[in-house]
Antibody, heavy 119, light 113 residues
Framework: QVQLQESGPGLVKPSQTLSLTCTVS??????????WTWIRQSAGNKMEWIGRIYSSGRTNHNPSLKSRVTMSVDPSKNQFSLKLTSVTAADTAIYYC???????????WGQGTLVTVSS | DIVMTQSPDSLAVSLGERATINCKSSQSVLYTSNNNNYLAWYQQKPGQPPKLLIY???TRESGVPDRFSGSGSGTDFTLTISSLQAADVAVYYCQQYYSTPHTFGQGTKLEIK
């Protein structure tokens, strides 16, 4: 049973870079035809798809975040990562990682990690 | 981007009664070459991540009770809970995966009346 777990700082200062890692267990990040995805949930339950990365490194990201997003994958550690630069209070959210499976749906999800942007 | 709009924003239904949640997309999410609607429904309970309920608009995920059903095609979709149980109290989201960015509805909060 594949499981995902997010990790990273819970507090980031404005203008700095938010960095999160998702560790995959119970399966190889390189196996299958999966995309590894980041989603965030902000105040009012707003769900936003941030982007996804294939094990080869190919990415798609949400244009709303413009060029602030960088995603990477480390098959040797069975992890994938998210960096979001120049954060503001609007980036405060619960950040989830999830697997986009071969049905193109998000399953499973990590438990999520709250990131607060504040000085 | 495809905009997903759910209605209502919140809903209170008596135990054992039917609950219906609607989702409308700003453009069709039907891929005509395979006749699949790229629409999923997720359930999120407090303090938990979302859980997949329905995909391809009407296919129930393994292990999901059969009181949950999805219907619709093109731009208009419905999630129906045929007989509401206390365990169904949650926020429900639709999501399109027809094109990136994969967008979500704003969520519908379902409560017991």
């Amino acid at each position: 049973q594949v499981q995902l777990q997010e990790s990273g700082p819970g507090l980031v200062k404005p203008s700095q870079t938010l960095s999160l890692t998702c560790t995959v267990s119970g399966g190889s990040i390189s196996s299958g035809t999966y995309y590894w995805t980041w989603i965030r949930q902000s105040a009012g339950n707003k769900m936003e798809w941030i982007g996804r990365i294939y094990s080869s490194g190919r990415t798609n990201h949400n244009p709303s975040l413009k060029s602030r997003v960088t995603m990477s994958v480390d098959p040797s550690k069975n992890q994938f990562s998210l960096k979001l630069t120049s954060v503001t209070a609007a980036d405060t959210a619960i950040y989830y990682c999830a697997r986009e499976d071969n049905r193109w749906v998000l399953n499973p999800w990590g438990q999520g990690t709250l990131v607060t942007v504040s000085s | 981007d495809i905009v997903m709009t759910q209605s209502p924003d919140s809903l209170a239904v008596s135990l054992g009664e039917r609950a219906t949640i609607n989702c409308k997309s700003s453009q069709s999410v039907l891929y005509t070459s395979n006749n699949n609607n790229y629409l999923a429904w997720y359930q999120q309970k407090p303090g938990q991540p979302p859980k997949l309920l329905i995909y391809w608009a009407s296919t129930r995920e393994s292990g999901v009770p059969d009181r949950f059903s999805g219907s619709g095609s093109g731009t208009d979709f419905t999630l129906t809970i045929s007989s509401l149980q206390a365990a169904d109290v949650a926020v429900y989201y639709c999501q399109q995966y027809y094109s990136t960015p994969h967008t979500f509805g704003q969520g519908t909060k379902l409560e017991i009346k």
